[in-house]
């Protein structure tokens, strides 16, 4: 073999290897009747189609928000950014990570394959440019995959142009997040004469716990660890955040019949001290603020030594046709009910980690206080929604004598009469741009102290009071200049598989809108 041969052989494995290296990698995919394709470079994975969580103000063409991991992934189906017709999903169906910035997910009806492509099959978009709309087309892929051309898709300028003005990018870790306007001493609601209260009814009788002693009320969870040869009243165990609370019913405390829980059924966790116990009730019912004039003690008679005396006050409503009993918690710990329990947890400590360490335990959860945020969770239809729990002046019922209001703004359902002061009511449905539902028992009206204008929003129901650890919460992606002043954060709750979009309150009321409002209170 001659040095000419050896050379003319190298030079086309060089050449070879250079094709090789050349060969650049794309995912195909169709989205109704039409092939498109996708450079593989930011493709992160493709993935079954998630269950979301849908988010108000977003662009129509945004499915929901998923939970990938711990980490929160919008879903956009790029059938509706396209125009073409709905279609529903099936075992085909999946969804493209792809990372711009932020992970987003793509919603394709079939993913065709990977395939590797030489740049000589490669085309400007530009070729195309006369008779197709190309501003989304990086280029064009011929005789590929079995197709005569596929189109190859500009995910960022897709995204700029769907989202304009709100790019989906990440934005740092939650402690950069909006910021929430402080308030005046004009917005600071003066409640030395007022009581705040969380009312609950039990076997038709209505209770309440004054709400600084309530850590928080959460749901009746599925697994409760039933202690042998406990008292009857002591429901059992749960575990809360890695601390086992002891769980009492209300019912077996005031030797009522006892009931199995269901869907309304709550835990209303109450403390003293280091000490927590969750008191199972029928249902929660509102949070209340109540003039100190409207609370009496509780007649002598009746305020007696034992277990009668967990009822300190009475309050009066409605001109007294609404009696609520107030439950004092110091002597709830006094109650022979609620020493049992306490004593079963200590000794289920004792036998499982000694003092020494439920000590250690201790001081980790008062350490860990401030890295808690406590908010008020509720629905909108399947979602969940949650604001900060010192932004809520109070949770009242629906009034069936909502008065209309002509020329009110869109959202303004109407007004009431709370103690004498006209409330403007805002449907919050029809704020968030979500469908209207007829009116129903479990809808609430909260109540937030807006620019100093108290306004009630109605919400479809009040779930519980949640303390959420500040690492779950996360900004919320960006999709509309609205949707990232009003809904900002997101509490991604991964072991529960729960998301809560976190509401910030003081966006809730367009500033245009403010002084109508403030009109409608004084008419």
Do not use: W
């Not at 990938?68 to 396209?82: A, D, M, N, Q, T």
């Not at 709905?86 to 993913?111: C, K, M, N």
């Not at 590929?144 to 740092?172: C, H, N, Q, W």
């Amino acid at each position: 073999m001659t040095t000419e041969t050896l050379e003319r052989g190298s030079s086309a494995e060089v050449e070879a290897a250079q094709k090789v290296s050349d060969i650049r990698q794309f995912v195909t995919f169709i989205v109704g009747n039409e092939v498109f394709a996708v450079d593989m470079a930011p493709v992160q994975e493709i993935i079954r189609v998630p269950e979301v969580v849908r988010v108000p103000l977003a662009p129509p063409t945004l499915d929901g928000l998923a939970n990938l991991r711990g980490k929160v992934l919008p879903i956009i189906s790029l059938r509706r950014i396209f125009g073409f017709a709905e279609s529903p999903y099936d075992d085909a169906t999946r969804a493209v990570v792809i990372d711009q910035g932020q992970p987003l997910g793509f919603v394709v009806d079939r993913v065709v394959s990977v395939v590797g492509v030489d740049p000589r099959q490669i085309e400007d978009a530009g070729a195309i440019s006369a008779t197709v709309n190309t501003e989304l087309v990086s280029g064009l892929l011929k005789d590929v995959g079995g197709y005569p051309m596929i189109m190859v898709l500009d995910f960022s300028k897709l995204i700029a142009s769907e989202f304009a003005g709100a790019a989906i990018t990440s934005r740092g870790s939650a402690g950069t997040a909006l910021e929430t306007e402080h308030r005046t001493e004009a917005e600071v609601v003066k409640t030395s004469d007022e009581l705040h209260l969380v009312s609950f009814e039990v076997a038709q009788q209505e209770y309440a716990i004054i709400i600084d002693d309530v850590q928080e009320i959460v749901q009746v969870p599925d697994l409760i660890v039933h202690v042998p040869h406990s008292e009857s009243h002591v429901l059992g165990v749960m575990t809360l955040r890695n601390r086992l609370l002891p769980l009492v019913s209300l019912r077996c405390m005031f030797g009522l019949p006892t009931k199995d829980a269901d869907e309304n059924s709550r835990i209303v966790v109450v403390s003293l001290g280091a000490a927590s116990v969750g008191v199972v009730m029928d249902s929660v019912n509102e949070v209340l603020r109540v003039a100190r004039s409207d609370v009496d003690a509780m007649p002598s008679l009746l305020a007696k030594d034992g277990n009668m005396s967990d009822i300190a006050q009475i309050c009066r409503l409605d001109s007294g046709k609404r009696l609520v009993s107030i439950l004092s918690v110091g002597n709830m710990f006094r109650h022979a009910a609620i020493k049992a329990a306490l004593t079963t947890v200590d000794t289920m400590n004792d036998k499982q980690d000694g003092q020494q360490e439920r000590d250690a335990v201790k001081n980790q959860n008062d350490d860990n206080n401030d890295d808690e945020e406590q908010v008020v969770v509720f629905r909108l239809g399947k979602e969940e929604f949650g604001v900060p729990i010192d932004s809520v002046q109070e949770i009242v019922r629906v009034s069936e004598q909502l008065t209309h209001v002509p020329k009110a703004p869109p959202a303004v359902e109407g007004v009431i009469n709370l103690r004498g002061a006209v409330l403007p009511v805002m449907d919050l449905r029809r704020r968030l741009g979500l469908e209207q539902v007829e009116r129903s028992d479990q809808q609430r009206i909260m109540v937030f102290l807006i620019e100093g204008m108290r306004t009630g929003f109605i919400v479809d129901s009040v779930v519980e009071v949640l303390k959420v650890h500040k690492s779950t919460i996360e900004p919320a992606p960006r999709l509309s200049g609205e949707q990232t002043k009003l809904l900002a954060r997101m509490a991604n709750l991964e072991k529960q598989k729960r998301m809560v979009q976190l509401i910030e309150p003081c966006y809730l009321i367009e500033k245009q809108d403010l002084e109508q409002l403030a009109q409608l209170a004084v008419e």
